[in-house]
């Protein structure tokens, strides 16, 4: 059964780094895959956030890509976010999800297809 | 970057209804579009990938159909666990989600 679990603060101070953990089980980083994030604010819609490959390879959103850093521990079957420069308007809940691929008609198509809960995390002074 | 607009936010309508929720993206996409539940206090459900294949489980009272920039979801007859809010996303270039599209009972 796969599952995701995210963890670090609820609560954060302006200006500082957020670091987020995901740990998951049921499918391994080593040879395949990838694991990303998302956010939500209150009441708002869901935001991408950053995605690891199983190779090391890297993506981020173009809005945050300066604050934000994705690695993976594929012994502990982690894969942590961090992002600098915490400010108010991140406070979210935070889902770190499980990548797929499908292929259809001959080509491969992505999604993310299982998710954590989520981690509230609320910045304020 | 690719951006993703949903119309309407909003819908209000009732067990038994046909509900269309359409997704546009900025530019070209091709098929790389995929759907998202959400309920109240949950985590998303993948519903839709590749603008058209159902996700395994998934009541196939859901389908989806675009390509290109223009993209629907159907639910043929809404029934009470139905009541959501969905998203769309891109997969084209990294990922995007829309503004989400809330269904509310009429």
């Known amino acids: 059964q796969i599952s995701l679990k995210e963890s670090g603060p609820t609560l954060v101070k302006p200006t500082q780094t957020l670091t987020l953990t995901c740990t998951f089980s049921g499918f391994s980083l080593s040879t395949i895959g990838s694991v990303g994030w998302i956010r939500q604010p209150p009441g708002k819609a869901l935001e991408w956030l950053a995605l690891?490959?199983?190779?090391?390879?890297?993506r981020y959103t173009p809005s945050l890509k300066s604050r934000l850093t994705i690695t993976k521990d594929t012994s502990k079957n982690q894969v942590v976010l961090t992002m600098t420069n915490m400010d108010p308007v991140d406070t979210a809940t935070y889902f770190c999800a499980r990548g797929a691929q499908q292929q259809v008609a001959g080509w491969w198509y992505n999604y993310m297809d299982v998710w954590g809960k989520g981690t509230t995390v609320t910045v304020s002074s | 970057d690719i951006q993703m607009t949903q119309s309407p936010s909003s819908l209000s309508a009732s067990v038994g209804d046909r509900v269309n929720i359409t997704c546009r993206a900025s530019q070209s996409i091709r098929s790389n579009l995929n759907w998202y539940q959400q309920k109240l206090g949950e985590t998303p459900k993948v519903l839709i990938y590749?603008?058209?294949s159902l996700q395994s489980g998934v009541p196939s009272r859901f389908s989806g159909s675009g390509s290109g920039t223009d993209f629907t979801l159907t639910i043929s007859s809404l029934q009470p666990e139905d009541f959501a809010t969905y998203y769309c996303q891109q997969s084209f270039s990294i990922f995007t989600f829309g503004g989400g599209t809330k269904v509310e009972m009429k």
């Open positions: 590749a603008a058209s």
């Open positions: 690891i490959y199983w190779d090391d390879d890297k």
